[in-house]
């Protein structure tokens, strides 16, 4: 079963960027759809961005413009970039990977997260 692995959170002021990264333990090559996900402390966890195998992107509508979802598939990683950043994007940031099936699409993993923080 495919792990992942967040990296690249941290602390950042408003308007600034960080770079997340998603690493998997095997070929990302098949799967499906390759997702970010963010929980706020209080709240429940959101979709943020998707990536299909074709690279066809889709975001929130909150950080349409502001954040770039991209994959490599001969890295086996999967990427956020969060620019233009606002303290309401504050959350633990999680990579997600999805089959699809028959119409349906299911998740096969979830990484651990990586908490982003924006305040001055």
């Known amino acids: 079963q495919v792990q992942l692995v967040e990296s690249g959170g941290g602390l950042v002021q408003p308007g600034g960027s960080l770079h997340l990264s998603c690493a998997a333990s095997?070929?990302?090559?098949?799967?499906?759809?390759m997702g970010w996900y963010r929980q706020a402390p209080g709240k429940q966890r959101e979709w943020v961005a998707s990536i299909t195998r074709g690279g066809s992107t889709n975001y929130a509508d909150s950080v349409k413009g502001r954040f770039t979802i991209s994959r490599d598939n001969a890295k086996n990683t999967v990427y956020l970039q969060l620019s233009s950043l606002k303290p309401e994007d504050t959350a633990v940031y999680y990579c997600?990977?999805?089959?699809?099936?028959?119409?349906?699409?299911?998740?096969?993993?979830w990484g651990q997260g990586t908490q982003v923080t924006v305040s001055s």
């Open positions: 095997e070929s990302i090559f098949s799967i499906d759809l």
């Open positions: 997600n990977a999805r089959r699809s099936s028959g119409g349906l699409s299911y998740t096969i993993a």
